[in-house]
């Protein structure tokens, strides 16, 4: 998962990192880049690494019972430009595949805020293979205070409809 900006100075701006998360080592829950996790944790999943860079094998991988979620803690997207992360939904093998409105949806909550407004869905059928996705931030995310959720919609309990976000 990463997040990448710009940083100015004077009349120059250059990219930089805002955020990035590779989940090795394991993050503290809550720490600081998450505040939560649900109905899920942080291993090697299931169905295989999903990770390209052949560094760490480790997701946030969800197969349990209950709503399924992880949650960023409160981020300065001011100079944000795109959220960019990998993710497969099911895909057979040792991955149960999900059905439909098992999607999984990221969204985004601004500072005082009591909802979460989506950025994109991503289809059920639509990621069985780990896939990269490139989200440019819509202003609405450019707070000095938001926060990001991936979030499945539905799913049928324990072992089932499984998902992995690295």
Known sequence: VAITG?????????????FSEDFYPTPSFPGTKWQLISSGSITT????????????????????????????????????????????????????TANSGEDVVVEH???????FTPLRTLAYDGYTTAQTVVIALPSTAKTASSVLRWRQLSNTGYGNDEWALD
Do not use: E
Not at 6 to 18: A, D, E
Not at 73 to 85: E, Q, R, V
């Open 6 to 18: 710009y940083v100015s100075t004077g009349s120059l701006s250059s990219s930089t990192t805002i």
């Open 45 to 96: 999943p299931d169905c295989g690494s999903i990770d390209t860079s052949g560094f760490s094998s480790q997701a946030a991988f969800f197969s349990r019972s209950g709503s399924r979620y992880i949650q960023t803690t409160s981020l300065d997207l001011s100079n944000a430009l795109t959220l960019s992360f990998r993710i497969r939904i099911g895909g057979g093998g040792n991955c149960d």
């Open 109 to 115: 909550q601004i500072q005082g805020a009591t909802t």
